[in-house]
């Protein structure tokens, strides 16, 4: 079982990005689902894996990986949970 993964970022200006990933962060925590968070402002390695299992160089955080499958961004993590097939987008 591949490890479920929430690449994201410590150091960001930006408002709604922060919100976008601390919702992740929260709903994967009531649901009791195990994640790695993987902070990619500390290494530039970590971004660079997230972009290429991403495949868009210009790819930004948050960004939720199954191992090195691609799951979705946080408009697509939204959609699943409003469609209820959470598991599913999260190859459960």
Request: glycine share 4%; hydrophobic share 40%; proline share 3%.
């Amino acid at each position: 079982n591949m490890a479920l993964l929430v690449f994201y970022s410590s150091v960001s200006g930006n408002m709604e990005m922060k919100k976008r990933q601390e919702w992740i962060f929260s709903v994967f925590t009531a649901k009791n689902i195990a994640f790695k968070a993987v902070d990619i402002s500390q290494n530039s390695d970590d971004k660079e894996l997230m972009r290429k299992i991403v495949g868009d160089p210009t790819a930004l955080p948050p960004q939720i990986c199954r191992g090195d499958t691609y799951c979705g961004d946080y408009t697509s993590f939204q959609n699943a949970i409003e469609e209820e097939r959470l598991e599913a987008f999260l190859k459960m």
